[in-house]
């Protein structure tokens, strides 16, 4: 005869441990992480690349056209030069739109900064299209015009030329000021992020007035001494802060690995 005693039921005793979820650990961290990487990376390359084609860029007193549209004339690189300034230029933007979108703004300051910096980001390689058209294709055909025309017609051939170097100043100026304000919207948004040591911020930011100083100089004076000098500045401070920021994904990356393996 089988026993009629009641077995205790295990479905309603409030001491049990509840078992662990078999649910997999959220991955937007992960995500985040990828993201950072990925835009250090685009940074670095896209400013390393970008400074050292600018080594092959034809030299030459840049506000003294005779001489210097005299040069541009006779280089054999010019449009391959200036496409892979192009090229050098797109991949650190890339860069920098990831790079807003892994900083994971909560606050609605940091937000907003992150949104505006993203579309400047996106202003700045437009304009840096529209810049290598008019400097890479337009101007390089001018110089050649002029270069080869009969004595009758070089002055208008000349006058020509300038005004497409004048074009040239007016479009680099105003993407200096998106590249500028981005630069600086970054900075904004990224001092509140507490994975981003404080000094990278100021680094970034003292990148975005080198920038604007590169905007307004070049807009009043053309391609001037102090605009040389701004332009290299510019350089050591993205170079710098680019490679702190390599460290910092590194060294992010690293933490997860060890974290895991415990």
Sequence with gaps: MPSTTPVPSTTHLSGTTPVPSATPVPTEPLARRAALRLSAALLLLGQLLYIVITQFHTGGAANDHHAVFAAYADSGVWTLVHLGQFVGMAILLAGLLVLFSALDAHSSAALWASRFGAASTTAALALYGVLQAVDGVALKQAVNAWASAPDAEKAE??????????????????????????????????????????????????????????????????????????????????VAWMTWLVVVARRMRDATVSSSGR
């Design 157 to 238: 051939r000349f006058a020509s030329a300038e005004a497409v170097r004048w074009l040239e100043w007016g479009v680099r100026s105003y993407q200096n000021f998106a590249l500028s304000i981005a630069l600086l919207l970054l900075a904004a948004a990224a001092v509140r992020t507490a994975w981003i040591p404080r000094p990278m911020v100021l680094l970034m930011a003292l990148s975005g007035l080198a920038y604007l100083v590169q905007g307004w100089v070049v807009g009043t004076a053309g391609f001037s001494r102090t605009e040389s000098v701004a332009i290299v500045l510019a350089f050591v401070l993205d």
